[in-house]
């Protein structure tokens, strides 16, 4: 029997490498071979146990490979042939539902469960539905986009970040060029939301945060934002005051992690009629000295921001082949399948001396 390396979580902080078997492949679906596998924030709360997700799972939800086996109507479907390399999105949609119909297909609710990549447990056959392993279950509704073979996996993971930059901070709030941004966070979807904004022409792209963090809003000052503050030295508010001649930005993006003040600060920053988007997940906190008046009194609009769809995946994908930036320098850090433990405790600074922005698992 042929078999593949997995990653294996059979509960909080417990990961093991074991051999699951490899499916016969029909007609209407494919198996990848895993090349790379970007680490997202999510994936460490999922390795903590903070999601509700079922045991055992082959987490990993942001794979690039090649296809290694396809059907028939598969590869009409996608367009695809062995051999190709492909980016999978997350979400395994039913394409049949009310969200899916309208276009929100992340959304979908045609499932029981939160059907994708990374959450599918393995009780679910065959088990192969995530992306810390040497091949990934293509199921005939994934969703593949292709990229170029030239651009190296690991910087082809970045199709996430990038994605959720374009979606998060220029589509949903409807960035427009010459728009001030302030960006709270300076981790992976904090540095592609800079570059997503500069893509779209804003006027003036302010990054937040921590002394910590000096190494990141040097890299968002080298990707084009125009100020990077360290909030531990600097009030954020009095420069975006100063900078908008006491107007406030037009659009914020909250992408840190836990942070709940970021919320009322994001609030804070924003301009009257101004957009706030909340992408950064908090667990099961509130947010403290929340004065819902300050926000009906500005008209503020406030987005919550998950996942990210088809078209602006398509944009991140352009971008990387364009070799407009170098993405390399987001990229810091790849380790093997073995190592899926340590790679997640890097990513949450739980490793001394270890600075992450971007991790990728290569098989
Ligand atoms: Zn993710
Ligand atoms: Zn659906």
């Given amino acids: 029997m042929r078999t593949s390396r997995a990653i294996v979580q059979t509960g909080p902080r417990a990961l093991e490498l074991r051999e699951l078997p490899l499916p016969e492949i029909g007609a209407d679906d494919g198996l990848l071979q895993v090349e790379a596998c970007g680490i997202c924030g999510s994936d460490y709360e999922q390795y903590q146990g903070a999601l509700p997700v079922r045991f055992p799972v082959v987490p990993g939800h942001e794979p690039v490979g090649r296809i290694a086996e396809i059907g028939d109507v598969a590869a009409r479907r996608w367009r695809v042939q062995a051999g190709d390399r492909v980016c999978v999105e997350a979400p395994i949609p039913c394409g049949h539902c009310r969200e899916c119909l309208t276009g929100a297909y992340r959304l979908c609710s045609g499932h029981r469960r939160f059907n994708a990549y990374g959450y599918v447990g393995l009780d679910v056959s065959p088990g192969l539905w995530g992306g810390y392993a040497d091949y990934l279950y293509l199921d005939p509704n994934a969703i593949v986009h292709k990229i170029d073979p030239a651009i190296p996996p690991e910087i082809a993971t970045l199709f996430n970040p990038l994605g959720a930059g374009f979606r998060w901070a220029v ?52 990707f084009g934002a125009h100020h990077a503050i360290n909030i531990e030295a600097e009030d954020p508010a009095a420069v975006v005051r100063d900078i908008t001649d006491n107007r406030g930005a037009d659009v914020v993006i909250d992408v840190t992690a836990y942070a709940v003040e970021a919320v009322t600060q994001a609030c804070n920053l924003a301009r009257r009629g101004g957009m706030v988007v909340l992408a950064g997940t908090k667990g099961p906190k509130p947010v403290p000295d929340f004065i819902v008046d300050r926000l009906i009194m500005k008209e503020l ?63």
């Fill in 301 to 363: 609009t406030l987005i919550g921001a998950l996942g990210v769809d088809y078209g602006n995946y398509d944009r991140a994908i352009r971008l990387i082949e364009s070799g407009k930036y170098p993405l390399a320098r987001l990229h810091t850090h790849t380790l093997p399948l073995e190592q899926a433990e340590r790679a997640l405790r890097i990513l949450a600074r739980e490793v001394p001396g270890e600075d992450a922005v971007h991790i990728a698992l290569v098989p």
């Fill in 171 to 222: 589509e949903m709030p409807r960035l427009a060029p010459g728009d001030t941004i302030v960006i709270l966070g300076p981790g992976q979807r904090g540095l592609a939301s800079v570059i997503a904004a500069r893509e779209a022409g804003a006027g003036c792209i302010i990054v937040t945060g921590l002394a910590a963090d000096e190494h990141k809003l040097a890299l968002a000052r080298d």
